[in-house]
């Protein structure tokens, strides 16, 4: 997954900012969708960010903590057959995660005060820092 935006603006988290993770359960670790990384729950993560500017003047962020902003993560139910599922809002399309699949879960993380992040606007986060509070099967 990269972080896509049209402009990149640093910020400073001048308080803990409640974000969420999409990811997968593995012998009871959080591990990530995309590069498959394995979080403990409660340890700080660091990471120095990269943000480039691609040839159609987009700035992509392909080193960082990814994650969503709770504004755009629900949890619905679907039309087909009355499944809740937790949907995540980017670029007006939607990332579906069905609740009955017990491989996904959502972790709720805090970008510690003081951390560097940037926000596009989709609500999609790329940060230097981040902790895994709390970990639940997205079929609970």
């Known amino acids: 997954m990269c ?9 400073i ?10 990811g997968e359960s593995h012998g009871g670790r959080f591990c990530s969708m995309y590069k498959g990384f394995k979080y403990q729950l409660n340890q700080l993560y660091s990471v120095n ?3 480039n500017k691609d040839d159609d003047g987009e700035f992509v962020g392909s080193r960082g903590f990814h994650s969503y902003d709770p ?12 499944i809740p599922r937790w949907v995540v809002y980017v670029e007006q399309r939607s990332l579906d995660f069905d609740t009955c699949d017990a491989y996904y879960v959502k972790a709720e993380c805090v970008i510690p005060k003081g951390s560097v992040y940037y926000k596009n606007d ?5 940060s ?13």
């Not at 972080?3 to 910020?11: E, L, M, R």
């Not at 001048?14 to 999409?22: A, P, Q, Y």
């Not at 902790?131 to 079929?139: F, R």
């Open 49 to 51: 960010i990269y943000i």
């Open 71 to 82: 504004s755009i993560v629900h949890l619905e139910i679907s039309d087909n057959n009355a």
């Open 3 to 11: 972080w896509v935006s049209s402009q990149a603006v640093k910020q």
């Open 122 to 126: 989709f609500g999609e986060i790329i």
């Open 13 to 22: 988290a001048e308080e803990d900012i409640k974000v969420f993770k999409i």
């Open 128 to 140: 230097n820092q981040v902790i895994i509070k709390n970990v639940e099967p997205l079929w609970n």
